[in-house]
């Protein structure tokens, strides 16, 4: 079975710092791996994805998130965050034979921006 | 083009009553997903419909339902409600039809908010 561990639950920052949002996974066969942001009141947007190929992974509103297979990590990036950022964060697995319409999600991670 | 819909957007019902939700997914997408979204479980997957059929099936009892139409639009029920099945409930549309769009994104709704007391 597919599991996500998002070990921070709560991650402030001051504006226009950089900030790193860690998500490690575990599964036994390969994975693709993705990063939604909720903002209050709303559904999920998708940030970016791997699916396979580079490891490095950029994504809308200036993050990235580097695939790490050894480390079994997705950690998700920004080098310079903004209010606007300030929403949870939810990393998710699933299995390529279900495509991306099964998605197994850590806990999230809320991102407070201080200014 | 017009997003996910999910009606209604709230909803308050009692323990031991039934509930419909309806979700129209975006046009020309055929798989939709249920999600239900908790303070204490987080996100869970629900299950999934695909060209009117049950492809996936999460861990949840058999109070939790769902049917998908021909024009793909989806409704999920959930029967003798629970204070328990208080939540979030989101919905996912994906799977354009080949050439139009990305086959592994995945669009959100905003969700039902139902409180059940």
């Known amino acids: 079975a597919q599991s996500v561990t998002q070990l921070d639950s709560q991650v402030p920052v001051f504006e226009e710092a950089p900030v790193e949002l860690r998500c490690n996974y575990s599964?036994?066969?390969?994975?693709?791996l993705f990063w939604y942001v909720q903002y209050p009141n709303q559904g999920l947007q998708l940030l970016l994805k791997?699916?396979?190929?580079?490891?490095l992974v950029k994504g809308i509103n200036g993050f990235e998130a580097e695939f790490n297979k050894s480390q079994t990590s997705f950690h998700l990036r920004k080098p310079s965050v903004h209010i606007s950022d300030t929403a949870e964060y939810f990393c998710a697995v699933s299995d390529p034979l279900f495509g991306n319409e099964k998605l197994t999600f850590g806990t999230g991670t809320r991102l407070t921006i201080i200014p | 083009k017009a997003g996910v819909t999910q009606t209604p957007r709230y909803l308050i019902k009692t323990r031991g009553q039934q509930v419909t939700l309806s979700c129209s997914p975006i046009?020309?997408?055929?798989?939709v997903s249920w999600y239900q979204q908790t303070p204490g479980q987080g996100l869970q997957f629900l299950f999934e419909?695909?060209?009117?059929?049950?492809?996936n099936k999460g861990n949840f009892p058999g109070r939790f339902s769902g049917r998908q139409f021909s024009n793909s639009r989806s409704e999920m029920n959930v029967s003798t409600l629970e204070l328990g099945d208080s939540a979030l409930y989101l919905c996912?549309?994906?799977?354009?039809?080949?050439?139009?769009?990305?086959?592994?994104?995945?669009?959100f709704g905003p969700g039902t908010r139902l409180t059940v007391t």
């Open positions: 996912a549309s994906s799977f354009p039809p080949p050439g139009t769009g990305d086959r592994y994104e995945q669009y």
């Open positions: 791997y699916l396979s190929g580079s490891t």
């Open positions: 046009s020309g997408h055929r798989s």
């Open positions: 599964s036994s066969v390969s994975v693709y």
């Open positions: 419909y695909f060209s009117e059929t049950q492809r």
